[in-house]
Every structure is written in C-alpha cells, then in structure tokens.
C-alpha cells in the first residue's frame, strides 16, 4: 500500500516509530497529485517548494529528537477562501485573482504553525463558495474520483477529490450548508460540519456569517477527531467562537453506543430521496442497532421551510458581504474605461463576479431592499427560529439524529448548472443544520449501483461533537469499506 492511501493517525504512529519520514509522505502525495490531477482538478494552486523545506525541517527536528507538533508534517489540503499569510487566496474568483492575505486563518496557525501540518495546496471550490457542485470557479470545475463524469459536490468539492483520490491525507473546508457534507457525501470520504462557534471563523472569507463553519474532510472518523481537537476553542481573534470545553475526540470516539438513542426524523425520508439512498440508511440503522443503540421517531416539521428560509439568509448576507469588492476596497479593477465611481463600480462585479455569485447578490439585495425587509428577510428570520426549535425538541426524545447526507449520489457534470432552483434543492437535508447552527457528520455508508457512495449523516445537539463522531466512528468500523478507493489510474482525461 502506498503511504498516500494510509488514514492520518497510521502514518503518526509510523513516523513515530521511525518507520518512515516526513518526507516520504510528502512526495507520496505529490506523486498522487502528479498522476491525477490532470483527470480531477482538485487544487488551483499548489506549495510544493514551501512544503518541501518543511518537510526536510520537521524531519531534521525528529533525527536531532527535537518534539514537533502533533500533527507530525501530515499533508493537508486547504479550501481556497482560507487565509494564508502570502499565499494566492482566491476564493476561485476573477475578483480577487492574485490576492495574497497578510495574515493566517486561525486554524490554519493551530494546524500548521503550532501542531505542524504541511499545506500542500488550495483547492478548488464554488465560486465564493456559492454553489454545490465544484462548477462554479473561475478555474473551471473539479470531478469526482468515482466516476469523471460527474460532480464532487460543493462548495468544498476540490477538498473532498483531494482527499478522497489521495492527492492529500486530509483536508479543510466551509459549511454554509452543506458544503463540507455534500462532497463528503459524494466523494465517499468523512466530513464534519462542527456546531457554530466551536472553531475560529477568523480568516475565512465570509459567505453568510451566521451560518458558516470551517470543518475538516478525512478519509476516517478517527482523522475527523484529531484534527477537530487541534481547531477547536475560543479565539480572542473571532467574537463569535465559544469559550467551552474541547473534548478529547479520540479517546470518546471508541466507547460503546449501547445506550445512545437515535432519532429517525421522519420528513428526511420523504419524498425526493433516491431509493438506493434510502435503503442504505436504514441497513445502517439496523448496523446501529446490533449495536446497542436504540431508535425512535421523531419530527422536524418546519423542515418545508428549509429551503426558502436558507437561502434568502444566506443571499442576503452575501449580498452585504460582498459589498466590499468594488475594485477600490478589495478586488481586481475592471480594465474598462469609466467616467464615474459608479460606473467603476458596476463595471468590475459585473466582469469579475459569475453568474451564480451575481445571482445571490441581486435576490440579497432585494430581499433587504426598503418595502422587501420585513416581508422577506425578518419572516426567515421567524422561520430560522422555528426550525432551531423544531430541533431542540427533538434532542428532548434522542441524543443524536441519524437520515442521509444527500437525497441522491452524485449527478452529472452540467446537468443542474443551468437550473438553480433544482440545484437549490439538494440542500434540502443539510441546511436546516446551518439554520438551527448544531453540528453533524457525513460518513459513507455503501455504494449505488453505479458504484457511486452514499453518505449517512449524523446530527447532535449543540456542542455534542463527540456523541456524533463516537456514533460515527463504531458504525463506520462496523460497516469496513472506509478504505474501499475509486480506481483512478494515472494518465490524462
């Protein structure tokens, strides 16, 4: 087995144990991304001649005995609208070609500064993370390990291909709603959407504040908890993350799940979920079940709301964030000639936003327009509110909720592109988790019958990471094809 395709925490205890180095690893995934990128698209931009020279320090440091961090030079992955400091950020979008951030994410200085991770590259995403396909970039689109005809998923698709086709042992991406899950779902690797607060937003460019989350993508559960227990905490740098206890993930994730209780919420087995998906959740259920874990019926029933309430939210806080990129403030000027600021203005968004980004803003603004606030954007604030609730009562009767990730495995690439509204509705069983802003967890739980995974997701109460990556975690084990991998061969497309 190459060291590309070993989980995380394998290659720790290797390196420890002096087995292999540092380096090694590094050019195992180098040597990935050289074999198939041509065929995904993952990344966008990639730090090869910087990663090197850590590679080769970190491996000097543990000859010399010297104590790194616990991270150990893993290769990792970064979504492309993460800050680091001098390194092009992009966000996949003509706006903000070139820009290099003077400054690093707060994850990104826990994960390479402190415990010693090594950036292997930016990776592809929908444009300002506004899609859930991986073609919205201004790079053009990633594809799907499984099958090269279809999408990744998105917002994170780029991520997701990287880790899933072995271009990088782990990956982070965004959660606004979805976008860690759905790729996760689709590429048939782990993604975790943590509770809102729990990990630093600081750095992350923001598509709607309220409801964004930085995660991790994995190859395993166990990766999934390592790496949350290095991002979580408070950060003075970001008044929205919670000072609370920061779990020790790796050890709670291998106790028994004999008494956990799960919910079955009956409105995310409705209509519109494939019937392969279907069938796949509840045979894992039933694996849960031998188990231990008991389950029970419960209700989400403003769930309908879901979909309306999302994204009126989320345009309308894209359309105020994206206000700053005009040109002069942040972005690339239009090089059109114009004779006022407001020409200037129109000129540069309309040249350098996409299409789907222009979208959300014209419905954001809307939305929040003079005569439209009240009966648009303060009645989805009422319904958010509902749906939170609707939540919280049901955490009354389980502990954890358990229903697919997505309602289909991956579609094909192009074939809701053009129709928003469909694709809009992908989202139907994850961005209530925004919404209400609970963590969850997308693990792959089986294949259709085109060979195509299907994600199982798990949702818990607020701060509960450690009950859904236990859950996670012993189901995971139990089912055994976590280390099943798609058969890309090296070559062009």
Not at 138 to 153: A, K
């Amino acid at each position: 087995m190459k060291l590309y395709e070993y989980m995380g925490h394998e290659l720790i205890e290797r390196i420890k144990d002096r087995d292999i180095k540092i380096q090694e690893i590094l050019e195992s995934c180098y040597e990935r991304i050289d074999e198939v990128e041509s065929q995904l698209h993952s990344f966008v931009n990639l730090n090869k001649e910087e990663s090197s020279k850590k590679a080769k320090k970190y491996g000097e440091n543990l000859k010399k005995g010297k104590k790194i961090g616990s991270l150990f030079g893993l290769p990792l992955a970064n979504k492309d609208l993460i800050s680091i400091k001098d390194f092009p950020t992009t966000c996949c979008s003509k706006i903000l070609q070139n820009y290099r951030p003077p400054f690093n994410a707060s994850v990104i200085e826990r994960l390479l500064e402190i415990e010693n991770a090594i950036h292997v590259g930016n990776t592809n995403m929908d444009e300002f993370a506004m899609g859930g396909s991986t073609e919205n970039s201004c790079y053009g689109p990633t594809f799907n390990p499984w099958d090269l005809t279809r999408v990744p998923g998105g917002s994170s698709g780029g991520s997701a291909a990287a880790v899933a086709s072995g271009q990088a042992i782990f990956a982070l991406g965004s959660d606004t709603g979805g976008s860690i899950r759905c790729p996760a779902a689709f590429c048939g690797v782990v993604g975790l959407k943590p509770t809102y607060g729990r990990v630093s937003r600081y750095g992350l460019v923001a598509f709607a504040n309220s409801l964004d989350q930085i995660g991790p993508i994995t190859k395993c559960v166990y990766d999934s908890a390592l790496i949350l227990e290095v991002i979580s905490g408070k950060d003075p740098l970001d008044s929205t993350s919670v000072e609370i206890k920061v779990d020790k993930y790796t050890n709670e994730i291998k106790k028994p799940i004999e008494k956990k209780v799960l919910g079955i919420p009956k409105e995310f087995f409705g209509e519109g979920i494939e019937k392969e998906v279907k069938n796949s959740i509840y045979k894992s259920i039933e694996k849960l079940e031998s188990l231990g874990a008991t389950t029970v019926e419960v209700s989400i029933p403003h769930l309908e709301y879901t979909i309306a309430t999302y994204y009126l939210l989320c345009m309308c806080e894209a359309s105020s964030n994206l206000a700053r990129y005009d040109g002069l403030r942040y972005g690339k000027v239009s090089e059109d000639l114009f004779s006022d600021v407001y020409s200037a203005f129109s000129r540069t968004r309309g040249a350098n936003f996409g299409p789907e980004v222009r979208r959300r803003i014209y419905l954001g603004t809307y939305a929040l327009s003079a005569g439209y606030y009240d009966m648009f954007y303060i009645k989805a604030l009422k319904a958010r509110s509902l749906i939170r609730n609707d939540f919280v009562e049901a955490f009354k009767k389980c502990d954890s909720l358990v229903c697919p990730t997505m309602p289909s495995t991956a579609f094909k690439v192009g074939t809701l592109i053009d129709d928003p509204l469909e694709m809009y509705t992908q989202d139907i069983l994850t961005c209530s988790i925004n919404l209400a802003g609970i963590p969850a967890l997308s693990i792959p739980c089986g294949f259709d019958t085109n060979n195509l995974p299907i994600g199982f997701q798990i949702i818990g109460d607020y701060f509960d990471e450690k009950g859904i990556l236990n859950i996670g975690y012993q189901l995971e084990q139990e089912l055994g094809i976590f280390r099943k991998k798609p058969s890309l061969k090296p070559g062009g497309r």
